[in-house]
């Protein structure tokens, strides 16, 4: 048995779900179980919607337009004549591609911006600070518009569609990798593995991409579950608001949303909003569950259970709050080591920089 | 004592100084970021009409609005025309956009002050529940229901209150639009024009025009309202969690004094100090919770404009109407740091 234990220890996510209790646990396991779905629709939405994505026809026959859910069409088909549940699971994929494409994206881009500019310090870091501050503080999805406008014209087919809305939303989490980073790596940079690394003799590319970014880079999971949630609400918007992408080519939720509202609504047809709306809710749901859990179990300030803490908990709390030893257990993917601290706090309320705009620019 | 007080009342000077320093470089990056990217695409004219003009029309074109010279040139007279206010004129309906932004800009000021009332009634409680009963039913479930509001799209929720209460559900709501039209031809033959509909029924004194700006502001405040107060919970109670957990709560508690008396007197108003603080980062999301409820409900405030002017394809409204929003943006953050700066002495670093 002990050996069957340790095995499954090194799933990730299984010492986390050890750590968690009550309520938490039940939260972490509704949101990866509905996050595991969501996945498994949209890899495989080939096989699992009925209709193909722009079909529109059976047999030579037209589906038909707005018609009530039935046994050929269980939710209904749209104005346009699709059918309503081939489009939601369809929209999964979709909502998958772009999210995963933006949040990468920005990951990369904001955390090496971050380290670069923590690091560097000097005139870049005072001029990336300033940008950033300003394009964070600017409201997410006009930015997001302005973007689409500026890559799309507005409108735009199939892959290039959906490269565009994720590029989009990359822009606008840029600064928030970026703000965490960089104070990590302010923070960091002073500490005595750093000295040590430049008395060795290394690079400073070495010592940034190699010392520093592993030891800054714990409390990204947490904002990663924060933002892929943002990142599919900010889709939804950008369809709903008309930059869609091009029906035949993919569905997405907020644009069959969007369609829905203006020609269906004032005739009381439902089933052509309502699914692709509750699809949304279910997914972000999933994601921002999976982020308050693990937010709980960071934050060694909501703890409830005094005294009976369990060994796991012990040693949580010692990779969190015991200094920043690089050797942090991998399977905690969230684990914040002692330079990410702070930054980590700053995530703990579902908005990672809440110092407001002037926070990195003293 | 007098000294301290003075280095006091220095640093927070010295504080507002830099932090009113910092409002110009960052308008100025915000409209640099408007501008830039727009004309990256090519000038609006181009972009509106590209297919359906002959190549010559649109040179001349071109050439009567300016777009044909160097881009710095048209980057600083577009500088010199924002700093006098001048946005530039709507191609779709030839309105200015500065007219477009205050009018309709009423309308949105009305709409979010609605839905704060909203949020405020529904999440301060709540937050406070939550917290006093920490991980027991009435938190798991107060929980959930925050961040169930926050998983729906606004626009989603909206869709579903028109679908219970509009004519084709219950029908005892309305779903569009501010005001009724004879109500609002009334007050505008009783010469009222604020642009705030409210204001105006309420001079006007008759309650049949009251209760009809009412009873239109119901299903947008609470579509918006709702996924507001589904962040405010989420502060107010991790924020008076802990402030639950500090020293002079858990002595107030050791005196014996009763926990309702603990939350109310002594935890809560501590725990609302940094509600103030998100609160300026949360205004840039309520304008895009705005926008969207806007285009739902066809409220015709500055979401609803700029919707309508994204459908037309008329990027020079757009370009005009972000610039406005980025820059009451930077001006209300700016507000919001002093609010802060006067509450929180620990900010006057």
Known sequence: ?362 | MATKQRSNSAALLRYLGVRLALVIPTALILVTLVFCPMRVIGDPISAKLGGELTPDELVRRREAAGYNRPILVQYFEYLGNVVRGDFGIASKDNRKILDVVLTNGAATVELVCWSLIIAFLVGIPLGRLAARYHDRLADVTIRFFAVLVYAAPVFFLGLVLKLIFGAHGLGVLPTSMRVSRTTELALADLGYDSHFMIVDALRSGQWAYISDVLRHAILPAVALGLMEAGIFIRLIRINLLETLRTDYVVAARARGVAERRVVSKHAFRNALIPVVTVMGMEIALMLCGAILTETTFEWPGLGYALSQYLLARDFVAVQGIVTAIALVVAVISFLIDVINALVDPRVRY
């Open chain 1, 1 to 362: 048995m002990p050996t069957l234990k340790r095995a499954l220890r090194m799933i990730p996510g299984v010492k986390l779900l050890g750590t968690t209790h009550g309520l938490q646990r039940l939260m972490l396991l509704i949101g990866s179980g509905i996050m595991f779905l969501f996945v498994l629709v949209a890899i495989f939405a080939d096989s699992l919607a009925p209709y193909a994505l722009a079909q529109r026809k059976y047999q030579g026959e037209f589906f038909g337009k707005q018609q009530p859910p039935s046994a050929d069409h269980i939710l209904g088909t749209t104005v346009e004549g699709y059918d309503v549940l081939s489009r939601v699971v369809y929209g999964a994929r979709t909502a998958l591609l772009v999210v995963v494409m933006a949040v990468a994206a920005s990951i990369v881009i904001g955390v090496a911006l971050g380290v670069i500019s923590g690091y560097l310090g000097g005139w870049l870091d005072r001029i990336l600070v300033l940008i950033m501050d300003a394009v964070y503080a600017f409201p997410s999805l006009l930015l997001a518009i302005v973007v689409a406008i500026v890559i799309s014209g507005g409108s735009s087919s199939g892959f290039g569609g959906m490269m565009a809305a994720s590029l989009s939303i990359t822009v606008v989490f840029v600064p928030r990798y970026f703000r965490v980073v960089r104070n990590a790596t302010l923070s960091a940079k002073s500490l005595p593995y750093v000295e040590a690394a430049k008395v060795g003799g290394a690079r400073p590319g070495r010592i940034m991409f190699g010392h520093v970014l592993p030891n800054v880079s714990q409390s990204i999971p947490v904002l990663l579950t924060l933002n892929a949630s943002e990142a599919i609400l900010t889709l939804a918007s950008l369809g709903f608001l008309g930059f869609g992408i091009e029906p035949t080519s993919a569905a997405e939720w907020g644009r069959d949303l969007s369609t829905a509202t203006t020609s269906d609504l004032t005739n009381g047809i439902w089933w052509t909003s309502v699914y692709p709306g509750l699809a949304i809710v279910l997914v972000v749901t999933g994601v921002t569950l999976i982020g308050e859990s693990l937010n709980d179990v960071l934050n060694p300030l909501l703890r409830t259970r005094g005294g009976a803490t369990t060994a796991d908990e012990r040693e949580l709390e010692e990779t969190v709050l015991g200094g920043g030893q690089a050797e942090l257990p991998d399977a905690v993917p969230a684990a914040v080591g002692a330079p990410a601290a702070s930054a980590a706090v700053q995530v703990h309320d579902g908005d990672p920089g809440l110092d407001g705009p002037q926070g990195g620019a003293q």
